[in-house]
């Protein structure tokens, strides 16, 4: 099933190609290169690196503490940024 924001690209090429663009322009950031290879290199010292077995190197308070599902590592992101959007406009009010 696809979710909102592929099925909003799909019907909007020139937004997907302005997303594309940006994305490309922010990975090429020093430290996006940096926090990649780090996470990289924590795991191929492990021998997880491109295995398949879903997990990603978790970061918790600015280090790698370990291995955790992919995509509970990848959604705190967001509910972490939903979060302060929500208090900020609690505080403004």
Known sequence: MAG?????????????????KYDKKYNKRPNRIKYRSELNEYNRKRGTYGNGDGLDASHKGGKIVGFENARKNRARKIINFLNKRINKNKKNK
């Open 4 to 20: 909102r924001t592929k099925k909003y690209y799909d019907s909007n090429p020139e937004a997907y190609s302005k997303k594309l």
